[in-house]
Structure formats: C-alpha cells, structure tokens
C-alpha cells in the first residue's frame, strides 16, 4: 500500500509539470500573442476604411492609429519572446531533468529509507506498548546500566560527617530520622542506589503511617537510581503515593511520565494537559511539562491543542523599583534583603520553579550570605533530583555563583 501511494503522488506530481511543457509542443498551438496581433491589424484596415468613408476625423484617425500602433509593437514583441521559448530546447531538457529526479529519488529512499519497514497499524502500536511495559527492565537490571549522576566534589568536612552519619545509622537501623537524612545526603553526593535503599527502609519504618510524600519520594530516587526509568518497582511506589493522595500533583505526573516511557502518549496526554489546567506553574516539573506538552499532544492526536499560558515568575512592580531610586544604600539594602526573605519564605511553603530557586541563590550570594545559598542550593538539589532538566538550572546558578 505504502509503494502504491508513493507512486501515486509521484506520476500526479510529474503529469502535473509535465503537462504545460507538452503543451507547448503539440502541433497547430497558436500563441496568444499571434492571435492579438491579427486582432490588432484588423483593427487598423478598420480605422483606414472609416478614413476613407468620412466616419472618422483625420485627427481621431491618427490618435487611433498611434493607440493601436502600440498594441501591434506589444504584440510583436511577445510573439518573438514566444517564438524564441519554442525554439529553445527547454521542453526536452526540462523533461530529461524531471525524469533523472523521480530516478535520483527512488534510488535516494533505496539507500537512505526504510522500504522494507513493515505497517504498524495502531493495535500493533498499542500492542508492542503493553509488550514493553511487561518487560521493562527489572530494577537490578537498569541500575547496572545506569550513568552515574555528577555531582560537584564535596569537601573533606562535609565527607567526614556523612561517614559519622552512615556509622550511626549503621548501628541504629531503626532511627527514621537517620534513615531520612542519610537519604537525603547520599542523594546529594549522587549515591542514588544508597539513597533509595535509606528511604526504603524509612518507608518500611513508617509502615501504614508512611505519607504519600514518603512514597513518592522513594519512587523519585528508585527512578533516579534506574537511570531515569520508571521501573516496576517505582511504580509501586507511585502507585501507593496515588492511594493515599489521588490528586497529588507531582504523583500524577510521574503517572504520565510512565505512560509516556511505554509508548502510550494517548494515555499520558490527559493527565499532564490537566495538571496545566489546574495551573502548577510554581511545581519543579511544570517547565519541562510545558515544553514537551505540545509534542505530547501531536502523538496522542490532539494537533490542536492549545497550551493554557502559565503566570509568569513574580517580579518587583513598578513602584516598588520607582521607590527604591529614591532610598539611601541602607535603606536599599534593607529592602533587597526583605524581597530575598519574601522569596526564601514562599518556596519554602509553597514551592517554586527552578528558575526562582536559581535566583534566590544567586540573590543570597550578592548579599554575602554564601553559606546559606550553599544550603539553599542542597535544598533545590533534593527537590529537583527526579527531574533533570530543573536540576540543570540550579545546578547552573550555584556554579555561577562560585558555590560546591
């Protein structure tokens, strides 16, 4: 079917070219300038003939002639353009060249083409996803071949007190703090394996008093450690986050990264074009979401899509900046802190997108306070571990602003 179409479109696009340079040949064709000519001179022995009866006046009879004169020059002139085309030998050349395209074409698709890729009709699809989806890679399986995560070298210090860390809970397995910190700490130092192993005997800890944050997490890291992908056992753990908090945002677009990762957009694009309803632009995972929702919808046939327009990052208004012109460099200060702090204070009850972590770094750097950018930056760190491309720009405002 697929060769039957191709060379369909291809004899209507080459009669379609081909057609006006026959035309051209066909014998008895007279030119359009040939035909105004003949009109033309007609129209001439016409104006001596009402000369001669005294229908026209000498005067009308010469401004007549001159008017026509010039159509006859016009005329005479395409004619010969016409004349000189239909001698030259584009006709034939120009056929020659569409013949060695359509050949340079069937030869290029042989070489560089799939001709011999099979249909894949969308039950097909649907079924080589199910397929894929029960036999993802076990988790053992995609930590062994998963890239290990860089990560800025810590100093000696700070390598010492996580030994001490990993000594204590070593002898104290039961400590639920323990276990969350050294989580959290062998994240940052890009142990992903050991941060997930720490948060699963946290969650086992917890038991039926684990939250859905706790579950969630734990399938961020076994994610991360899997080399981003969503395996089985993530999934568990997702799953069990959703059970607890079915409309917890970052659990259900995980939810829709699983889709996605088994090849099922149709199902995935529901989900993340609902989080965008729902407008959770301050979330770390709202900025890819965006970026990616309108191919998403391509593939799961929604080519109409309309992403709704996200708020932009909050920024000091107009008075305020017209304020701060007039202030002293106290009173300047005082205010920059005050913004920095508003700003500290939000993100850390409300969240916030990588970018206004970014520049509550960067801010804290300015103002001096590099080891509590330092601390702020472990905090984006964890937040944004499951997702790259956030992590990617914090990671890009600690090193700008020279911190570890």
């Known amino acids: 079917?697929?060769?039957?179409?191709?060379?369909?479109?291809?004899?209507?696009?080459?009669?379609?070219?081909?057609?006006?340079l026959i035309r051209r040949r066909q014998a008895g064709e007279e030119p359009a300038a040939a035909y105004d000519l003949r009109i033309y001179r007609d129209q001439l022995r016409d104006i001596e003939r009402d000369l001669d009866r005294g229908l026209v006046e000498p005067a009308e009879a010469v401004r007549l002639r001159n008017e026509v004169g010039r159509k006859v020059?016009?005329?005479?002139?395409?004619?010969?353009?016409?004349?000189a085309a239909g001698r030259a030998p584009g006709g034939p050349v120009a056929m020659l060249v569409l013949v060695l395209l359509l050949v340079g074409a069937v030869l290029l698709y042989q070489r560089i083409g799939a001709p011999k890729m099979p249909d894949e009709p969308l039950a097909q699809r649907i079924?080589?996803?199910?397929?894929?989806?029960?036999?993802?890679?076990?988790?053992?399986e995609a930590e062994?071949?998963?890239?290990?995560?860089?990560?800025?070298?810590?100093?000696?210090?700070?390598?010492?007190l996580i030994d001490q860390l990993r000594a204590t809970v070593a002898?104290?397995?039961?400590?639920?703090?323990?276990?969350?910190?050294?989580?959290?700490?062998?994240?940052?130092?890009g142990n992903l394996v050991a941060a997930k192993q720490a948060q699963a005997r946290l969650v086992?800890?917890?038991?039926?008093?684990?939250?859905?944050?706790?579950?969630?997490?734990?399938?961020?890291?076994?994610?991360?450690?899997?080399g981003g992908l969503i395996t089985r056992d993530a999934e568990t753990e997702?799953?069990?986050a959703l059970k607890l908090e079915p409309q917890n945002a970052q659990a259900r677009y995980m939810a829709g990264l699983v889709q996605i990762q088994n090849g099922r957009p149709d199902r995935a694009f529901p989900i993340w074009a609902a989080l965008l309803e729902e407008g959770h632009d301050a979330e770390p995972w709202a900025a890819p979401l965006r970026l990616a929702i309108g191919d998403l919808a391509w593939f799961a046939g929604r080519p109409d899509y309309v992403a709704p327009e996200g708020s932009p990052m909050p920024r000091p208004d107009d008075a305020?900046?017209?304020?701060?012109?007039?202030?002293?460099?106290?009173?300047?200060?005082?205010?920059?802190?005050?913004?920095?702090?508003?700003?500290?204070?939000r993100l850390a009850t409300q969240g916030g997108t990588p970018e206004e972590w970014a520049r509550l770094i960067s801010a804290l750097v300015v103002l001096g306070q590099n080891d509590h950018a330092q601390d702020i930056l472990g905090e984006a760190r964890t937040r944004f571990a499951a997702i790259p491309e956030a992590l990617d720009v914090v990671e890009a405002a600690g090193r700008k602003s020279g911190l570890k």
């Open 320 to 345: 305020a900046m017209a304020a701060a012109e007039n202030m002293s460099p106290d009173e300047r200060q005082k205010m920059i802190e005050g913004m920095v702090k508003g700003l500290e204070a």
């Open 1 to 20: 079917m697929f060769w039957i179409i191709c060379a369909a479109m291809t004899a209507i696009v080459a009669i379609a070219i081909a057609a006006p």
């Open 171 to 189: 002898k104290n397995a039961d400590d639920q703090r323990g276990q969350e910190l050294l989580a959290m700490h062998e994240e940052r130092l």
């Open 127 to 140: 079924a080589d996803a199910n397929a894929f989806y029960a036999n993802r890679p076990s988790q053992a």
């Open 73 to 83: 020059l016009a005329a005479d002139r395409a004619l010969a353009r016409e004349g």
């Open 144 to 160: 062994k071949v998963a890239p290990k995560p860089e990560r800025p070298t810590p100093d000696a210090e700070y390598l010492a």
């Open 204 to 226: 086992a800890l917890k038991g039926d008093g684990a939250a859905a944050d706790d579950h969630l997490r734990l399938a961020a890291l076994t994610a991360e450690a899997a």
């Open 238 to 240: 997702l799953n069990a």
